[in-house]
């Protein structure tokens, strides 16, 4: 049972504007009235600016929340794009290395790279929710899919199987204060869809935001992210991919097809299409290219024998599931699950 949340802000320090007040209000209500003590790292809160300026300061913070016995579970306050600013301060003398343990880690986007960095050291994560974009929810309660996978692992300490979700959420246009209490546009959700391989695979699970990895290559972001990524050894080997799943799924940039493919490009010239057991890919925000990525994902891979489940409601479509990254998974396409040992 977890009982107090240390809430982090390793990329964008948003959660510290005015204008998220009110979100940052209902975020802290809800995960009290589930029971739990809430606190913020040092410098969570200090806005937009500041975090930008200070990536020294994001590390140290979460060495701290890693560091202190009294924090269970580090929560994600949202993504951003340069969490990879953190690598130095926690690799150059291996102060990451010396903090961390097994306590609950989750995040998602961005926070990407820190899944990487923390699997690089053995320990396991969680991905698919923010404390921003999932206990801030405006309607009048978490989305329901999304409030009963966080209740599990804040309960258990885990989770133990996924299944797709009904129904699915336009994003909202507008987060200010008129928006409280504001229901989400829905759809009805079509559940798991298995493109190409057999219906049944298994393998530990890792992977993440794809914009996030198409930045590991390519500089046009920020030019020393590759450089970076590349010294600290952040992107597995191919080696490191045989009996993994691959999780992918695409922010909310929404990006075009010319980009999703180049970044499946930079994974297959790593070798991970050659090694993986199969693939899970997140639905994409509000449908967009949701069809041009299947095709995309088939001619990249170019091996039918490559399991490959879409629709999978990770990531930053809403409502969001929570993948344990580091466990055992058994996806059935036919029974429409992903259990979890």
Known sequence: MIK??????????????????HELKIGVKRLESMGLQVRFSKNALKGI????????????????????????????????????RLLSYLFENDELEKAVNDKIFLGFSDTTINHLMLHKLGIKTFYGQSF??????????MLPYSKKCFEELIQTGKIKEIHPS???YEERTAFDETQIGQP??????????????????????????????????????????PVLCEKYHIFPDAD???????????????????????ALEY??????????????????????????????LISAIDDPLIPVLCNVNIGHATPRCIIPFGVNASVDANEQVIRFE
């Open 4 to 21: 107090t949340v240390e809430i982090v802000s390793l990329s964008s320090g948003i959660i510290g504007e005015t204008f998220a007040a």
């Open 267 to 296: 994974l297959k010239e790593r070798g991970v299409f050659q090694n993986i057991s199969g693939l899970l890919v997140g639905k994409p925000m509000d449908e967009m290219y949701s069809e041009e990525y299947k095709e995309l």
């Open 184 to 225: 989400r546009i829905k759809h009805n959700n079509i559940g798991y869809e298995l493109i190409q391989g057999p219906a049944v695979f298994e393998g530990k699970i890792l992977g993440g935001c794809i914009d996030s990895i198409f930045d590991i290559f390519n500089g046009e972001r920020y030019a020393d992210m």
């Open 240 to 262: 490191a991919w045989k009996g993994h799943i691959l999780l992918l799924e695409s922010s909310e940039e929404k990006p075009s097809p010319k980009k999703y493919r180049q």
């Open 166 to 168: 009904d129904v699915w």
């Open 49 to 84: 600016e500041y975090i930008k300026n200070h990536p020294e300061d994001r590390a140290s913070d979460l060495l701290d929340a890693y560091a202190n016995p009294d924090v269970d579970m580090i929560l994600c306050a949202i993504g951003g794009d340069d969490t990879y």
């Open 132 to 141: 921003l974009a999932d206990l801030c929810e405006l309607d009048s309660d």
